[in-house]
């Protein structure tokens, strides 16, 4: 499984509809996909500059449902786990 880095300015995280633990649980319900949530993993991350003020590591389900929610981010980096600080925020934990 990979985990794909997404950050957030300062700027985006005021913006609550850029919260995935809000908006996606909401998008799943009103779409009758309730059943996704077992495979999606989205776990956050303080950052540590303005343009870095929230990172996201998403799996390949909660990033293809991101996007399918009309976001558009961009994929800092992919590694095969989230980072030790970050915490989980939506789903299902990381298990190898």
């Not at 997404?6 to 908006?23: F, G, H, K, L, Y």
């Not at 950052?47 to 009309?70: I, P």
Request: proline letters at 5%; charged letters at 25%.
């Amino acid at each position: 499984m990979a985990y794909h880095l997404i950050t957030q300015s300062a700027q985006e995280v005021m913006r609550p509809e850029n919260s995935p633990a809000r908006n996606m649980s909401e998008y799943l319900e009103q779409t009758s996909q309730n059943g996704l949530v077992s495979t999606i993993s989205v776990y956050s991350q303080r950052g540590d500059t303005a343009e870095r003020l929230r990172l996201y590591y998403m799996n390949d389900v909660a990033l293809e449902l991101w996007r399918k929610m009309g976001h558009s981010p961009e994929v800092r980096e992919t590694t095969v786990r989230p980072a030790r600080k970050a915490e989980l925020c939506f789903g299902v934990p990381f298990s190898e």
